[in-house]
């Protein structure tokens, strides 16, 4: 079984600081692990994606994450925040080979001037 | 690009109604799957198919049931719904094999039930 724990419920940063979003999780197999981004009344949309290639994955809007998995974390970060980043962050992971997707409950980043 | 509709981004129904929410993608992925989403809950898998006619439950199954006729379509029908089923619902889909599990979310349907 998987699961994913995000550490924090909401993040509030300033604008041009950098974004911390915390991410554990715990799988039985070597996992796929995304991370999803949803601006408000709008879908879900992929930021970024681990498959078991390099550690350091590069998305999109300069996001970024590590995949450790001594420390069984996929934290993602941004050097420096922008007000449109403010939005909820969903932290995903998928066991190798199967479709399923086991979300975390999502962590809210505010932005602020 | 993938898109993934839905036929309706709010919904108002009442109690014991039954209740039908559709979801069509235009790019051909076998898989299709159903989530509701809650404040502070993240996304729950309530159904999800890898082909047609075939389906499989997910974490959160029970109050619902869906129908997979049509490669491109896939429907959430709420037999008798319930006020504890007012939530966003969310479709899905994804390709078996290439993309390692990567799912293309619709906009979400709003359902409140009265």
């Known amino acids: 079984a998987q699961s994913v724990t995000q550490l924090d419920s909401h993040v509030s940063v300033s604008e041009g600081t950098p974004v911390l979003l915390r991410c554990n999780y715990s799988?039985?197999?070597?996992?796929?692990l995304f991370w999803y981004v949803q601006h408000p009344n709008k879908g879900l949309q992929l930021l970024l994606k681990?498959?078991?290639?390099?550690?350091l994955v590069k998305g999109i809007n300069g996001f970024e994450a590590e995949f450790k998995k001594s420390e069984t974390s996929f934290h993602l970060t941004k050097p420096s925040a922008h007000m449109s980043d403010a939005a909820e962050y969903f932290c995903?992971?998928?066991?190798?080979?199967?479709?399923?997707?086991?979300f975390g409950k999502g962590t809210m980043l505010l932005v602020s001037p | 690009d993938v898109k993934v509709t839905q036929s309706s981004r709010y919904l108002v129904k009442r109690t014991g109604e039954k209740v039908f929410l559709e979801c069509v993608q235009d790019?051909?992925?076998?898989?299709m799957f159903w989530y509701r989403q809650d404040p502070g809950l993240g996304l729950r898998l309530i159904y999800f198919?890898?082909?047609?006619?075939?389906?499989e439950k997910g974490d959160i199954p029970e109050g619902y049931s869906v129908s997979r006729e049509k490669k491109e379509r896939f429907s959430l029908i709420l037999e008798s719904a319930s006020t504890n089923q007012t939530s966003m619902y969310l479709c899905?889909?994804?390709?078996?094999?290439?993309?390692?599990?990567?799912?293309?979310f619709g906009p979400g349907t709003r359902l409140l039930v009265l």
């Open positions: 899905a889909s994804s390709r078996t094999s290439g993309s390692l599990g990567t799912q293309y």
């Open positions: 799988s039985s197999y070597s996992p796929s």
């Open positions: 681990y498959t078991s290639a390099a550690t």
């Open positions: 995903v992971v998928s066991p190798s080979g199967y479709s399923t997707l086991t």
């Open positions: 790019m051909d992925h076998e898989n």
């Open positions: 198919s890898y082909d047609v006619k075939m389906k």
